[in-house]
């Protein structure tokens, strides 16, 4: 009942989104607009809560409701945790540089998801090599620059 709940949720949100987005002013001498990658996302969002949504429905029809008492489930270290890199990434990006605090907020939720050290450390490398090029010299945004020069 929750994934259709949290499925529809994610349904509004991305058309909220995706209407608010059209109305993002065009960029002059860019074939798009500054909506393009708020409506990617939110494109993104709507076929991942419809997703969820038919995947909670066929649960329900072949289970039935649940009729358990609804609990408040204590937030868990796992679900913590990417809010605490979050926060460390605004405060440290700037000592750190953001690369380098890229590669280590990708390193530490890899380990805490089960994911092996080597092919961690090589998915981290090349995410946060792709992010900081993609970012920083194709979209020019100035990303912080650590002491290590990236």
Known sequence: MK???FGIIFIAAGIIVWLL???FPVVPGMQYGAGLFPSLIAVGMT????LLSISALRQLRTSGPDQSTPRLPMPSFAVILPAVLVVAYIYLSDVLGAATMMLLIMLVLFVQRGVRVLPAIII???ATAAISLSF????????PVG???F
């Not at 920083?136 to 990303?143: M, T, Y």
């Open 21 to 23: 987005a059209r109305e």
């Open 136 to 143: 920083g010299h194709l979209l020019k945004v100035p990303l």
């Open 124 to 126: 981290a490398t090349v």
């Open 147 to 149: 002491p290590l020069g």
């Open 3 to 5: 994934d259709l709940l």
């Open 47 to 50: 076929m991942g809560g419809l």
